[in-house]
């Protein structure tokens, strides 16, 4: 029943512009805080950037400047612009959701790659 699913990954060249989509359904998302994640092959699965149930967001010193996260609690969606794209951001890119009672729990989306080349 509940679920995240991210779209919009795909190839782009270096300097250009993606947009990320993730779709939350079956808990009330709106409590929930949000982030994303990515990991490269190869590589640890680290944060990018996060945005409260109130809204306040951080990022990735990384991306800081080149990615905006945000989150439309009518559509229970969350989005990632990213923009100027290096082939370092090259990963495949999870969304995660925090809530609950205490704060305990988690769920992942099942990922979405982004390659950046050349």
């Known amino acids: 029943q509940v679920q995240l699913v991210e779209s919009g990954g795909g190839l782009v060249q270096p300097g250009g512009s993606l947009r990320l989509s993730c779709a939350a359904s079956?808990?009330?998302?709106?409590?929930?805080?949000i982030s994303w994640y990515r990991q490269g092959s190869g590589k640890e699965r680290i944060l990018v950037a996060g945005?409260?149930?109130?809204?306040?967001?951080n990022y990735a010193d990384s991306v800081k400047g080149r990615f905006t996260i945000s989150r439309d609690n009518t559509k229970n969606t969350v989005g990632l612009q990213m923009d100027s794209l290096k082939p370092e951001d090259t990963a495949a890119y999870y969304c995660?959701?925090?809530?609950?009672?205490?704060?305990?729990?988690?769920?992942w989306g099942q990922g979405t790659q982004v390659t950046v080349s050349s």
């Open positions: 995660n959701a925090r809530g609950g009672p205490s704060y305990t729990t988690v769920y």
């Open positions: 079956g808990f009330t998302f709106s409590y929930y805080d």
């Open positions: 945005i409260s149930a109130g809204g306040r967001t």
